[in-house]
C-alpha cells in the first residue's frame, strides 16, 4: 500500500438509491436519477460515491437481501444504466464504491434455492445448517438482529438455517472454499468494470464460530480477509471501507494496519452505540453526552495516530439524522449542522456524507407505525406491543433512532415529494421539504452546503488537515469541544460549543485562535483573547503558522 493513499485525502459521499432520485414516476429512486444528479455531486467537490445495493433482491431489507450479485434490480435500472452512471462519475473524477453483501444473501438467491431443496445439494453447504435441538427448538439461543430467534426449521430438510438478520436473509457459510472463490470471482467481476473499491456490509460476521456462540470478529475472520485480499482487490488501489460493529481501536489495526494486507479502513460504530440503553438499545435513546463522545473520539485519534486509518461519519442509512441526533434541527439547525461538519471534516481520516446531510436534513416526525418501511423498525414495533409497550411510546423512539428517518426521499427542491418523483413516493416526504432542499441552497452562499463545499475543498488544498497529528484540549468541558492538528510548522485549531446556549471560555494557554481563519459557522471573526466568547453551537478552524 503506498505511503500516502488517495482515498487519505477523498470525501465520500453516500447514495441510498430507493431515495435520492427518481428518473421514471414509479416512485422509487434510480440508476438514471442518480446519473442526472452528478453534475451537482460534482459541484459538491466529494471524489466517491458509496452506493448501497443496487443488485437483483426481493428487497425484504431494501436491497441488503441480493438474490443475484452480478445483475442489477429492475427497478433501479440495468448494467448498462450502471456502466452509464460508472463513465459519467469518472469523467467528473469520482470513484463508485460497490456494497458487497457477503454475511449473507436473499432466500430467493439461486444458491438458497439449491441449498434448501436437498441435503446432498450442492450449494446446501453454501449456507449454516444445524439439526432441532433435542426438544426440537431453536439449535442456539441466538436472536436476529431485527427479532425473534436467528434459526427458522426448514421443513422439507428437517433442519434448522441461520439468519442473523431477516428470516429472508440466510447467512453463508465462509467455511466453504468453493463459496468463497465464487465470492471473490464476482468482486473481480465487478472489479472489470471500473468501480474504486467496496463498502462491506457486517464484514466483522463473516468469520464466525456459531457452535461456540460467536458471531463477531470471529477466529478466520482475518485469514478470510487476507485470502479476499491476495484473490481480488490486493495492489489495486481501491477504497474498501469494513462496517463492523465490533470494532475496537485494537481491532481496527487489524483490519487496516498498513502491513496487515486486509482492508483500507473500518465504519465503526462506538459513537452510536454509546447512546443506546442497556436493555431497549436504540429504541429508548439516552441523551447526548459531549464527554462521552469526546472520549470516544480521543480512543479512536489516538489509538490510529501511527497506522491504521479511521472512517468519520455521523450518519448513514441505518441512522438518524445527524442535525436531529447531535444538533438542533429546529432554531439552531444551520448553526448546529455547520458545527457537526466542522467538527467531524478537520478530524483525521476520511469523511463521509450521507445524502442530504449537506443541505441539513432532519428526522422525519411520523404519527403512526403506517408510515414506516424498514423491516427492523416495523419487526421490533410488532415485539416491543407484544410486550406491552403502547404503540405510542414505540413511535416516540423510531422518531429519534429509527432507520426511516435516513430513508425519506432526497429534497432537491420545494416541489411536491421535494421534487423526488413526479408519482407517489414509497416512503412519504419529511413536510419540512418546503424549506429545505438543494435548490434553495445552492442559491444561498451562506448554506449548509455552501459550508459543505468549503470543508471539501480545503481537505484537497491543506496536507495539515489531511495528515497532521491530532490533540485533544478541553476533554472534561461539557459543552465545548476543542483539539489540534500539528504538520511541520502548521496547526489547525478547532473549536465548537454543542449547546445551544453562548458559552464564556478561559481559553488554555496551548490554543491559539490567532491566524487564517478556515471556516466558521457565524459572520463574526473569533476574538483573539481569553476568555473567549461562544454563541450558540458556534464553531470555527483557524490556521496558525509558526513563525
Ligand atoms: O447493518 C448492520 C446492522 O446491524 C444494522 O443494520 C442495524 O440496523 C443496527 O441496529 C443499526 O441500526 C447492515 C446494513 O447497513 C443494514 O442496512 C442492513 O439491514 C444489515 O446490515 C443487514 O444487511
Ligand atoms: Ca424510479
Redesign the pocket.
Known amino acids: 500500500m503506498s505511503s500516502n493513499p488517495w482515498w487519505q485525502h477523498a470525501t465520500v459521499y453516500q447514495i441510498y438509491p430507493r431515495s435520492f432520485a427518481d428518473s421514471n414516476g414509479d416512485g422509487v429512486g434510480d440508476i438514471p436519477g442518480i446519473i442526472s444528479k452528478l453534475d451537482y455531486l460534482q459541484h459538491l467537490g466529494i471524489e466517491v460515491i458509496w452506493l ?1 445495493p443496487v443488485f437483483a433482491s426481493p428487497m425484504d ?2 436491497g ?2 441480493i438474490s443475484d450479485y452480478q445483475d442489477i434490480a429492475p427497478e433501479f435500472g440495468t448494467l448498462a444504466d450502471f456502466d452509464r452512471l460508472v463513465a459519467g462519475a469518472k469523467a467528473r473524477n469520482i470513484g463508485i464504491l460497490l456494497d458487497l ?1 457477503v ?2 444473501t436473499s432466500d430467493e438467491h439461486r444458491w438458497f434455492i439449491d441449498a434448501r431443496a436437498s441435503r446432498q445439494s450442492a450449494c446446501r453447504d453454501y449456507y449454516i445448517w444445524r439439526d432441532p435441538a433435542p426438544d426440537g427448538g431453536v439449535p442456539t439461543p441466538l436472536q436476529s ?2 427479532g425473534g430467534p436467528a434459526w427458522t426449521f426448514d421443513l422439507a430438510t428437517g433442519q434448522y438455517y441461520l439468519h ?3 428470516t429472508r ?1 440466510p447467512d453463508l457459510n465462509w467455511e466453504n472454499p468453493k463459496l468463497r472463490a465464487e465470492i471473490y470471482a464476482m468482486m473481480n467481476w465487478w472489479q472489470q468494470r471500473g468501480i474504486a473499491g467496496f463498502r462491506m ?2 464484514i466483522d460476521l463473516i468469520g464466525k464460530d456459531i457452535d461456540h456462540g460467536i458471531t463477531a470478529d470471529g477466529p478466520r475472520l482475518h485469514d478470510y480477509l487476507q485470502e479476499m485480499h491476495r484473490e481480488t482487490f490486493g495492489g489495486k488501489d481501491l477504497l474498501t471501507v469494513g ?1 463492523a ?1 465490533s470494532a475496537t481501536p485494537d481491532s481496527a489495526l487489524l483490519y487496516s494496519g498498513r502491513d496487515r494486507g486486509e482492508l483500507s479502513m473500518v465504519f465503526q ?1 462506538e459513537h ?1 452505540t454509546q447512546q443506546w440503553h442497556e436493555t431497549w ?2 429504541w429508548q435513546p439516552k441523551s447526548f453526552d459531549l464527554v462521552a463522545f469526546k472520549r470516544v473520539v480521543d480512543r479512536w485519534q489516538y489509538g490510529l495516530a501511527e497506522d491504521g486509518w479511521n472512517s468519520l461519519f455521523w450518519g ?4 438518524p439524522r445527524a442535525v436531529s441526533k447531535y444538533g438542533d434541527d429546529t432554531r439552531y439547525r444551520v448553526e448546529s449542522a455547520k458545527m457537526l461538519a466542522t467538527v467531524l471534516h478537520f478530524l483525521r481520516g476520511t469523511p463521509y456524507v450521507y445524502q442530504g446531510e449537506e443541505i441539513g436534513m432532519t428526522n422525519v416526525p411520523f404519527a403512526s407505525i403506517a408510515q414506516y418501511r424498514d ?2 423498525t416495523l419487526n421490533m414495533h410488532r415485539q416491543h406491543v407484544a410486550a406491552g409497550l403502547p404503540s405510542t411510546d414505540f413511535i416516540f423512539g423510531a422518531n429519534a ?1 429509527g ?1 426511516d428517518n435516513a430513508r425519506t426521499p432526497m429534497q432537491w427542491s420545494a416541489a411536491p415529494h421535494g421534487g423526488f418523483t413526479n408519482g407517489t413516493p414509497w416512503i412519504e416526504a419529511n413536510p419540512n421539504h418546503a424549506t429545505i432542499n438543494v435548490a434553495a441552497s445552492l442559491a444561498d452562499d451562506t448554506s449548509i452546503l455552501a459550508h459543505y463545499r468549503r470543508l471539501i475543498a480545503l481537505r484537497k488544498t491543506l496536507p495539515v488537515m489531511r495528515l497532521g497529528r491530532y490533540q485533544s484540549h478541553l476533554q472534561s468541558h461539557p459543552t465545548v469541544m476543542a483539539y489540534t492538528r500539528d504538520l511541520a510548522d502548521e496547526r489547525i485549531t478547532v473549536l465548537a460549543n454543542f449547546s445551544p446556549s453562548p458559552i464564556t471560555l478561559d481559553l488554555p494557554v496551548e490554543l491559539n485562535t490567532q491566524g487564517e481563519l478556515l471556516t466558521s459557522n457565524y459572520p463574526h471573526t473569533p476574538a483573539a483573547d481569553s476568555p473567549l466568547h461562544l454563541a450558540p453551537y458556534e464553531s470555527f478552524a483557524v490556521l496558525t503558522k509558526d513563525s
Open positions: 448501497s431489507d431494501n441488503y437481501d453483501v454475511n449473507h438482529t431485527f442473523q438478520f431477516s436473509q456490509d457486517v462496517e460493529w460504530f452510536v438499545g436504540k448513514n442509512h441505518d441512522l423491516i427492523e433512532n432507520r
